[in-house]
């Protein structure tokens, strides 16, 4: 005997589908957002492609290119969603910004705005470690007295122990190296640019091989510093414990 469809159960899936198919919908017009980006009062030297970093995941940077010969306008598209706490800061060619939220959150289109540009010399710091480990890297600015100026700590990672970091300045920014694992914004890692390292490496020209005993007293020191002297043990030393536990017996570091 043949049994007829449920009506009921019918109208229960065909309202199911309609609904994924409006959530995906939504979520479609959430991936594509155009960027619009503004540097005032001017933008001499910045390059035509510029690279956008959203919520300090360096990794996941996407470009934005100049709209008109000469203009400090510059357009983008982002794949995500955008919130009232998301935050950008720029790679310029001849330099970095600092963080900033966006001035209009939920806006179809995300705008921002910069000042350009500090005057300070923009670095390509590139990294290579002896052995292939993973090496995470954290870049930490301080907000400034803009208003959608935040303070950010940003990340990224170089899965074989060599990559480059790029516009770099040390005199408005830390780079922390943290060998041997993923970055983690709450550690403090090795400064690169910290007396202690600059000071136990053996130079090359602009390259500076740091050995592992100098690596050891750099984050020692460092932690000394952070302690007010104390170099008794705490649970706080993770990178260093970790360091001394792994097999990286150099890294090589060069500033351009």
Known sequence: ?????????????????????????ADAQEIDKPVDIL???ACNNVSDEIRVVMNDDENDAFPATRTAP??????????????????????????????????????????????????????IV?????????????????????????SCRE?????????????????????????????NPRMPGLLVDDP?????????GQKILVPRSAILYALASQRKRKHGGDLSPNAGDYDLIRFRDADLSRVGVTVK
């Not at 400034?144 to 935040?150: A, C, E, K, N, Q």
């Not at 899965?159 to 970055?183: A, H, I, K, N, Y």
């Not at 202690?196 to 090359?204: F, H, I, L």
Request: with cysteine; charged share 20%.
């Open 39 to 41: 540097l005032t009062p």
């Open 1 to 25: 005997m043949r049994h007829s469809a449920n009506p009921r159960l019918g109208k229960t899936l065909r309202c199911a589908i309609a609904l994924i198919v409006l959530a995906f919908t």
């Open 70 to 123: 000469g203009s400090c306008h510059w357009n983008g598209i982002l794949r995500g969603p955008v919130n009232r706490g998301s935050h950008f800061s720029l790679r310029l060619g001849i330099g970095r910004t600092d963080c900033h939220t966006v001035e209009n959150p939920g806006g179809s289109v995300v705008r921002l705005r910069f000042e350009c540009c500090v005057a300070e010399p923009a670095r």
């Open 155 to 183: 990340h990224g990672v170089f899965d074989e122990g060599e990559g480059t970091v790029e516009d770099v300045q040390f005199g408005r920014e830390t780079l922390s190296l943290q060998l041997d694992q993923e970055p």
């Open 196 to 204: 202690a390292v600059v000071r136990n490496a053996t130079r090359g």
């Open 126 to 150: 590139g990294i290579n470690t002896a052995q292939a480990v993973t090496v995470g890297y954290v870049r930490a600015i301080q907000k400034t007295s803009d208003l959608r100026s935040v």
